[in-house]
């Protein structure tokens, strides 16, 4: 099911015209919803907002439309939810309005059922053909323009659950739709998302995770070497959580002994 909001109130259709069917002039989250509650619904709300404002245009969730989520949580307990921003309809051409009037999508999926293996089994983690582009405006967000991601599925090996992916000057960012960390010993480093990639919520929630738990974190460029040699390699995102590599490049890869620990606490 889908819903469309603009501003406190829910409309009927898309106008043909908004600018995230034109420019994918927008920002998306998928969240989790768990015990029906949204897992991190607050940090999902502050990210879009701040996307918001770094591609130029205001936007706060309104009251109805948190009421409205919090029910569909209730009314599907164990979901995925996704909320597509987009600066709506105006100006002329690329040239965005002076003023947004936001509109918001939200639909309900079910969770994929193959997320629960990937945790307790771990994953093949194979090496992406295709290389992301690099602009610092807009690296770390989660802005509407997923052609990258959609020829990095297309081109993703059958033999894989997932890739790793490089940007043009060969350093490692991300997988196809998740957050990397490389594990040695107690140094945990992620990807630099300086000049691409998506720094997702759960990849902050991992962080604040690991420090607790005693490890040093740190993000840094990363080469293909250095994943290569890793000790532990894990893969998060917001539906998924946090998945172990266990066969990197049809090398199998020991699974993180504290696993289950960091599970527990995400």
Known sequence: ???????????????????????????????????????????????????????GFCWHPSSALRQRLNELASEHPEACIKLLLSRGVGGRGYQAPAMASPMVIISVHPLPPHYVQWQQQGICLG??????GCQPLLAGMKHLN?????????????????????DAQGHVIEASAGNLFLINDMQVTVPSHAYAGVSGVMREQVIEALLDMGLNVA?????????LAASHVLVTNSLMGAVPVSRIANRPLAVWPRIKELQQRI
């Open 146 to 166: 997923r052609l990258e991601q959609v020829l990095i599925k297309a081109h993703m090996a059958d033999d894989v659950d997932d890739v790793w992916v490089t």
């Open 1 to 55: 099911m889908s819903e469309i909001w603009i501003g406190d109130a829910r409309v009927t259709a898309i106008d043909p015209a908004d600018r995230a069917l034109a420019y994918g002039d927008g920002l998306f989250a998928t969240m989790n919803v768990s015990a029906q509650q949204i897992c991190y619904l607050e940090s999902h709300l502050r990210r879009l907002s701040d996307g918001a404002a770094r591609l």
């Open 127 to 132: 090496r992406s053909p295709v290389t992301l």
């Open 219 to 227: 993000a840094a460029d990363i080469s293909e070497a250095q994943l």
